[in-house]
């Protein structure tokens, strides 16, 4: 049974690699996409336009719009004369906001008075608008603290643990491996079977002496060690292109990614089974994936979600394998931390292999 397996496996891995098409097909995306995902999918904001309308005539209101100058926040500053003026460069979207500085500023700075300064944002853009308010307000206070006397007080100090500098790409750029790993996980195991049917040659494996086990046990292998293969190199352009630290061990890295890649492929061989084309295939993956890696914390915290759909995320492996995949890129995740995140892939890969399996020998009787 073996021999028959790895010859299956050999076979697999022959037509992927052959065919010309099917190397760019498989070599190229993924290394693009890492790279272009890398620098679109953040959830920083720099060198977004401003308006100010300043109606303070002290030096205080001309040095915090200077801040908002030097900030990397900020492209340009667009200075407003009048109220009627905001609406319209919200309206059309030329500025992410607006900066509304009060007549006494600077008056009520140096009376130690309660100082308010208006930030008019685009609701429109909620994130952006969320995340621009967050550092408009940090400069804003920080400008302020300067003029208050904290001798007696409590200084507060902040240090951000894991990613000091809070660099977006050591956040976003490991989860978009997960991310990639799934997709490749998936479409590969879920084109297949249906390609066999597709091309005519699944038959030719259904008279050998294989039999739907080996047959399915092949696959899987295939495409695990392809998914693997891919997902290293794009860990490779990770580390040595994009300067993204690993701070914990390779190898449990790669354990975990081919434990949790069963689990995916044990999906993509589901679907595979189901379909009898590759069009009706890449439908399903279609129908999959989103799904997967919106529910997995990838795009929004899965705390942020409603009680009922946090359910629903414990059966989705990309959540899983997000945790470890970040814990130990940013924070050198030891081996018992990954082994308890481990528990569920493991679950999970049963059930989605059993039920490939099952589904497979349904079709092929």
């Known amino acids: 049974m ?8 050999i076979k697999e891995l022959l037509t992927s690699v052959r065919d010309p098409k099917s190397r760019i097909a498989l070599v190229v995306p993924p290394i693009l996409q890492i790279f272009i995902l890398s620098f679109t999918v953040t959830f920083e904001i ?50 992410l906001g607006v900066i509304v500085i009060p007549q006494d ?3 009520k700075i140096y009376s130690s008075q309660a100082v308010q300064v208006q930030l008019l944002l685009d ?16 400069i804003i206070n920080t400008f302020l603290g300067e003029f208050v006397d904290n001798r007696s007080g409590v200084e507060v100090v902040t240090r951000n643990w894991f990613n000091s500098n809070l660099e977006p790409l050591k956040t976003t750029v490991p989860s978009l491996v997960c991310v990639l790993a799934t997709v490749l996980g998936v479409l590969i195991s879920g084109l297949s079977i249906a390609r ?26 295939s495409a695990v060690f392809l998914s693997t293969c891919l997902a290293i190199m794009m860990i490779g352009v990770v580390i040595f292109i994009l300067n993204i630290p690993l701070r914990g061990s390779f190898w449990l890295l790669i354990l975990s990614m081919d434990l949790f890649l069963i689990s995916a492929v044990g999906v993509g061989l589901f679907i595979s089974s189901l379909s009898r084309t590759q069009q009706q295939a890449i439908f399903g993956v279609i129908l999959v994936l989103p799904a997967s890696i919106m529910l997995s914390g990838f795009a929004t915290p899965v705390e942020n979600m409603p009680q009922w759909l946090q359910h629903i995320t414990v059966i989705n492996p990309v959540r899983w394998y997000l945790v470890i995949v970040k814990g130990i890129f940013l924070k050198g995740m030891e081996l018992s931390e990954v082994a308890l995140n481990c528990i569920p892939l493991v679950v999970l890969s049963i059930i989605a292999f059993s039920a490939a399996a099952i589904m497979f020998k349904r079709r092929v009787e």
């Not at 073996?2 to 496996?9: G, N, S, T």
Request: proline share 5%.
């Open 105 to 107: 500023f600077s008056q």
């Open 196 to 221: 066999e049917r597709e091309t005519g040659t699944f038959e030719q494996l259904l008279i050998s002496p294989l039999t739907p086990f080996e047959i399915l046990m092949g696959k899987a292998i």
């Open 46 to 95: 720099k060198n977004a336009p401003f308006g100010v309308y300043n109606n303070d005539f002290g030096a205080e209101g001309y040095a915090l719009i200077k801040r908002f100058e030097h900030s990397p926040l900020v492209s340009k500053i667009i200075t407003i004369s009048s109220q009627q003026e905001i609406e319209p460069l919200l309206d059309r979207q030329t500025v």
């Open 123 to 138: 609701g429109r853009r909620t994130n952006a608008s969320q995340i621009a308010g967050g550092y408009a307000t940090r």
């Open 2 to 9: 073996l021999i028959r397996i790895y010859h299956l496996i």
